[in-house]
């Protein structure tokens, strides 16, 4: 009965390639969020998602798209990796400010 | 801008000892304040929250912290350190603009717990 659930945990992909990471949530939140945590551990919003609308979009490449099939999804599909994507990236949501996370998704570029 | 600060990257303590992480924040109206928890290998788990009210607040896990407005602090407290307490902690604030907020990070610091 996980809140918050991303697949896959982990990805190792070549440079150029097209990859998708998918978040659900369970939890009937409104808002949905991705974030960034890089080698130093420091934890970045990317895009945030209230409704299916697009909220918050931060200085991310547009290679990296975000789509909402419903207010539960909200997954990520980046365009022709590159080795700095090399991340953990986070999937969380909320309704109003407390946020809840899924278990990551360590995504490795070689 | 919003800001938060987590001044040590790196602290060990003894298990049973008592541990109090800090953390500072730049905000430019009332802060909602948040505590969460990275085990290794792991998602972020949340430890407490502040919103108003009263400044001492009580987590999970036996954690507390407490407010300080004056001080623009937020620092978590624990009286008794478990070696199942090592793991990363993040200070955020919510950077509550139009009717969501996002989380705005410090930068973690790192708990070491020896025996």
């Known amino acids: 009965d996980t809140a918050v659930s991303q697949t896959p945990k982990y990805l190792v992909t070549q440079m150029g390639n097209d990859k998708s990471i998918k978040c659900e949530q369970n939890?009937?939140?409104?808002?949905m969020y991705w974030y960034k945590q890089d080698s130093k551990k420091f934890l970045k919003i990317m895009f945030s998602?209230?409704?299916?609308?697009?909220?918050i979009n931060e200085t991310v490449p547009n290679r990296f798209s975000p789509k909402s099939p419903d207010k539960a999804h909200l997954n990520l599909h980046i365009n022709s990796l590159e080795l700095g994507d090399s991340a953990v990236y986070f999937c969380a949501s909320s309704q109003g400010v407390v946020a809840f996370f899924g278990q990551g998704t360590r995504l490795t570029v070689v | 801008a919003q800001s938060v600060t987590q001044p040590d990257i790196h602290i060990t303590v003894s298990e049973g000892a008592s541990l109090e992480l800090r953390c500072n924040y730049s905000?430019?109206?009332?802060?909602?304040l948040f505590w969460y928890v990275q085990s290794p290998g792991q998602g972020l788990q949340l430890l407490l929250k502040?919103?108003?009210?009263?400044?001492l607040v009580q987590g999970i896990k036996g954690f507390e912290a407490e407010f300080k407005r004056s001080q623009s602090s937020f620092n978590l407290r624990k009286p008794s350190v478990h070696w199942s307490d090592a793991a990363e902690y993040f200070c955020?604030?919510?950077?509550?603009?139009?009717?969501?907020?996002?989380?705005?990070f410090g930068k973690g610091t790192k708990l070491s717990v020896k025996p």
């Open positions: 502040y919103f108003s009210g009263d400044t």
């Open positions: 998602y209230n409704n299916k609308e697009l909220i």
């Open positions: 939890l009937g939140h409104d808002t």
């Open positions: 905000y430019g109206a009332t802060p909602y």
């Open positions: 955020a604030v919510a950077d509550y603009g139009g009717s969501q907020g996002n989380l705005i």
